[in-house]
């Protein structure tokens, strides 16, 4: 393990499995749908419901609501605060990786 290396400072927030995923999805997109992120992350929906609701009370994400067609849309975005958190935690893994 690098000697720079500081697990305590990895963002919980961020570091479970599905928050990981969807933290690195949203990074390479402008934004995506609440079926777009249930499709590549293979979550259900109760799971990704609250995994997005636990990124978006960190403010790392912004999530609008609106109907298209006639139909409910949720989409889901990084914030500003999202991208710098998620930019801190790569930086954390790079000085793991040495």
Known sequence: MSAGFDASKLDDV????????????????ESATFAELRSKTEATDGNLSVHLRKLE???YIGI???FVDRKPQTRAHLTDAGREAWLDYLDQLKTLLG
């Open 14 to 29: 961020i570091h479970g499995k599905l928050r990981l995923s969807l933290m690195a999805y949203l990074s390479s997109v």
């Open 57 to 59: 009370e960190a403010g």
């Open 64 to 66: 609008e609501k609106s």
